[in-house]
């Protein structure tokens, strides 16, 4: 693979159940992060990894957690989904926190 | 707090020359990025300025006033494939990028 990929594509899913969302790089980026974008409003950050090993949360984080045990893998869990969560999810990595960003190709998401 | 603003939705002619505006106000900066985002697709980056003045990148230019917290992303001799949402962004003091909704251009023959 080159770039970023995601999985699934798209989803159903009942509430209540858990889902976690894959992301995988193969540019060694250090830096990597979750979006959702919702209809008429910007891109917004839920969590963030600026190297392996750590994690930081973004401006929306409730409701959803993330881990990075290596460089090239950034899941995104939501363990209880709700259907506020609807929405596209994008990952997204760089070199650097002050780099610019490569995005997946997303993943919908529809939440019951 | 934070605010990204940008033209909901702008309509130009193939062939023409379009300017899309961005104002924000953050907390801190460091950076502006242009983002084109095709329907159903990622966003893909444009430009990135630091510095006040006029980035050119062949068809596409980037402005950007710090002291005015302005930018502009000018797209000159418009394709049909240029039709796709601009999303501006803003890297905060903790290199956190704050976007913009995104202007949805739309390009007429």
């Known amino acids: 693979i080159a770039g970023i990929t995601q999985a699934p594509t798209s989803q159903i899913l009942a509430a209540g159940r858990r889902m976690t969302l894959r992301c995988t790089q193969d540019?060694?980026?250090?830096?990597m992060y979750w979006y959702r974008q919702d209809l008429g409003l910007g891109l917004r950050l839920i969590h963030y990894?600026?190297?392996?090993?750590?994690?930081g949360k973004g401006e929306v984080p409730d409701g959803y957690s993330v881990s990075r045990a290596n460089t090239d893998d950034f899941p995104l869990t939501l363990a209880s989904a709700v259907p506020s969560q609807t929405s596209v999810y994008f990952c997204?990595?760089?070199?650097?926190?002050?780099?610019?960003?490569?995005f997946g190709p997303g993943t919908r998401l529809t939440v019951l | 707090g934070q605010n990204i603003d940008q033209p909901t939705e702008m309509t130009a002619t193939e062939g023409a020359i379009v300017q899309i505006n961005c104002t924000y106000q953050?907390?801190?900066?460091?950076?502006l990025f242009w983002y084109q985002q095709h329907a159903g697709e990622a966003p893909t980056f444009l430009s990135y300025n630091v510095l006040d003045g006029l980035e050119e990148k062949g068809r596409f230019s980037s402005f950007l006033s710090r002291s005015k917290g302005y930018s502009y992303l000018l797209l000159k001799e418009l394709q049909m494939k240029d039709s796709a949402s601009y999303l501006c962004a803003v890297a905060d003091s903790n290199y956190q990028l704050i976007w913009g909704a995104g202007t949805k251009l739309i390009i007429k023959p």
């Open positions: 997204a990595s760089s070199d650097d926190s002050y780099n610019e960003q490569f």
């Open positions: 953050t907390s801190g900066f460091n950076g």
């Open positions: 990894s600026n190297t392996a090993g750590t994690t």
């Open positions: 540019m060694r980026h250090n830096a």
